[in-house]
Each structure stands twice: as structure tokens, then as C-alpha cells.
């Protein structure tokens, strides 16, 4: 089930074009947890004065948890439980920061009937900006399997 209550998607529900969305504020919580769940204790998340001297300026979130967003939305809204990620491409456009609210989008653009895969464009943005881009490509459960 997904977090609203429904079951996922099947290979045989899906059209191109069909988008869900997923919306966070980035907290410092967020990035504390991140850091300890992953082991990425990289200076430029956690120190405010190492993060000071770099071309940020400040602490910026890690990028994974950024594209843990599009995850969120494949794992549970489009095509939702049961898929299962193949493959994903990240190109990181802006550093997000503590505070940021960050709009993710995923979009199916091809369907490959022949193996039930679905392939997405997947798209994070904050105030209207870029910060993330890339592509998705997931299994899709079929009825008949």
C-alpha cells in the first residue's frame, strides 16, 4: 500500500505523461538523520564554518537526499509499491539548502511493454529552480504476472 492507502500502479494502468509530485522543506533534522543513516558526514552538510569557506557559502543538503525525493514518489505514488528501480541518471544544477522547499516531480515519458518498464524524466526544483534532473527507469508489476 502507499502512504495514502492505495496499492500501486500496474504495467497495464500506466499512459506517458502521467506525473505525481512529492513536496518537502529540507530541515536541519533531515540532514543530521541523512548523515547518520548513510555514513556521509561530509563537512559541507554538518559544519556551518567549514561550509563558510567554500563556494556555497553555507551548509547545502546532500545530494542524495535530494534525490531520495524522486524515490519517494516511484516507491510509493507513480507507478508506486511493487515497482522496482533499474537504473537512475542525477544531474545536480543547485545546492539546496536548510529551509528549502523542494518540489520533486516524476513523469513517465516511454513505456516498454515488452519487459514492463516505464522510463521518467525526474525533475526537483525549489522556488521555481532547477536543482535537480534525470531519468528513471523502473519494473512495472503486470496484472497477468
Same mark, same amino acid.
Given at each position: 500500500? #502507499? %502512504?495514502?492507502?492505495?496499492? $500501486? ?9 502521467? %506525473?505525481?509530485?512529492?513536496? =518537502? !522543506?529540507? #530541515? ?7 548523515? %547518520? ?5 561530509? /563537512? ?8 563558510? $569557506?567554500?563556494?556555497?557559502?553555507? =551548509?547545502?543538503?546532500? $545530494? ?30 543547485? /545546492? ?36 535537480? %534532473? ?7 508489476? #503486470? !496484472?497477468?504476472?
Amino acid at each position: 500500500m #502507499s %502512504e495514502d492507502g492505495k496499492a $500501486g500502479h500496474h504495467f497495464e494502468d500506466l499512459n506517458v505523461g502521467m %506525473e505525481a509530485r512529492y513536496v =518537502r !522543506r529540507v #530541515s536541519e533534522e533531515d540532514i543530521i538523520a541523512f548523515a %547518520e543513516l548513510t555514513g556521509d558526514t561530509n /563537512p559541507i552538510h554538518l559544519d556551518e564554518a567549514y561550509a563558510a $569557506g567554500t563556494m556555497f557559502k553555507t =551548509r547545502i543538503a546532500h $545530494g542524495a537526499l535530494t534525490a531520495g525525493y524522486i524515490s519517494t514518489i516511484l516507491g510509493t505514488l507513480l507507478p508506486g509499491p511493487g515497482a522496482i528501480y533499474i537504473s537512475q541518471s542525477l544531474n545536480f544544477r543547485a /545546492p539546496v539548502h536548510i529551509g528549502d522547499e523542494v518540489t520533486a516531480t516524476a513523469r513517465i515519458t516511454e513505456l516498454l511493454p515488452a519487459k514492463r518498464r516505464a522510463i521518467f524524466t525526474c525533475h526537483c526544483s525549489v522556488g521555481g529552480k532547477t536543482v535537480l %534532473e534525470g531519468e528513471a527507469l523502473l519494473m512495472v508489476p #503486470s !496484472r497477468q504476472a
